[in-house]
């Protein structure tokens, strides 16, 4: 009914809430980047199960194997031994070696007459590294370049004594040095030093291969390059190296003039000899 007065204005529609609004992306706004989830965390946790993982493997294992019954060990065996249990009787035994045929009643004596024989016309000489025919040798070892590592295996190896000689013969000198050890495997190591030293020895980078010694089964003899100074006549040098059982043979020859393979290979055929 129209009483005069005017109609109430219609309410105006309330503006919907934003919880309740649509997500309707807005095209002037980009969307923002997903989250990932951080790895640090996962890695560690994985990490810590393997460590535990491994730890009770561990001590599963090592609590199954104290469990068990120790199992026993094989039986030693032994091959019968060589010599016989009980000396032979008198009549029975092998006759000792004659002095002449045991080459360790030789050895064992005065090792200073094995030396070989002074050459002919040659003279005895007094040598700085010998006094009565003993070699010292730590001097022994300083002929040679290496003489520091040259003594300390000397020792290692067990050398029992050094025997030398030197000679001169008008400008031609001689050395020879027996040098003996308490087993032959010191003497073969000590003569394979020697004539590896003499084989990368410095004679202008060549290496030397030498001669075998017929009938020594290591023995090698080798001439080595003439020692050149201004001034001064060239000094030639040859060696021998020959091992037979625990003892060392060195020898030495040096001269102003060119030395014969033929000279150096007599002299240690003969100490050889001697040995």
Avoid at 12 to 28: C, I, Q
Avoid at 30 to 57: E, N
Wanted: charged residues 25%.
């Amino acid at each position: 009914m129209d009483d005069g007065r005017p109609a109430p204005a219609a309410p105006e529609p309330s503006a919907p809430d934003a919880l309740d609004a649509p997500d309707v992306p807005d095209p002037a706004v980009p969307d923002a980047p997903a989250r990932v989830r951080p790895r640090g965390a996962t890695a560690l946790l994985l990490a810590v199960a393997a460590v535990v993982g491994i730890s009770a493997g561990t001590a599963v294992g090592y609590g199954v194997q104290a469990g068990r019954e120790p199992e026993p060990l094989p039986a030693l065996s032994q091959a019968g031994l060589a010599y016989p249990a009980k000396p032979l009787p008198a009549g029975e035994r092998p006759p000792a070696l004659s002095a002449a045929e045991d080459r360790g009643v030789r050895t064992n004596g005065d090792l200073r007459k094995l030396l070989v024989d002074r050459p002919a016309g040659a003279r005895n000489v007094p040598a700085d590294w010998h006094d009565d025919n003993w070699a010292d040798i730590a001097l022994y070892a300083d002929q040679y370049e290496e003489a520091g590592s040259l003594f300390f295996s000397v020792l290692q190896k067990e050398v029992r004594r050094i025997a030398a000689a030197s000679w001169e013969k008008g400008d031609r000198a001689y050395d020879v040095h027996l040098l003996q050890f308490r087993s032959s495997r010191g003497a073969t190591e000590i003569a394979d030093d020697v004539k590896a030293y003499l084989v990368g020895v410095e004679q202008d980078g060549q290496g030397l291969s030498g001669d075998a010694l017929a009938g020594s089964g290591n023995g090698r003899y080798y001439l080595l390059r003439p020692v050149r100074e201004p001034g001064y006549k060239p000094v030639y040098e040859a060696r021998a190296v020959v091992q037979r059982g625990d003892i060392v043979a060195d020898l030495s020859i040096w001269d102003t003039s060119p030395i014969n393979k033929r000279d150096i290979r007599m002299l240690a055929e003969r100490q050889l000899e001697r040995l």
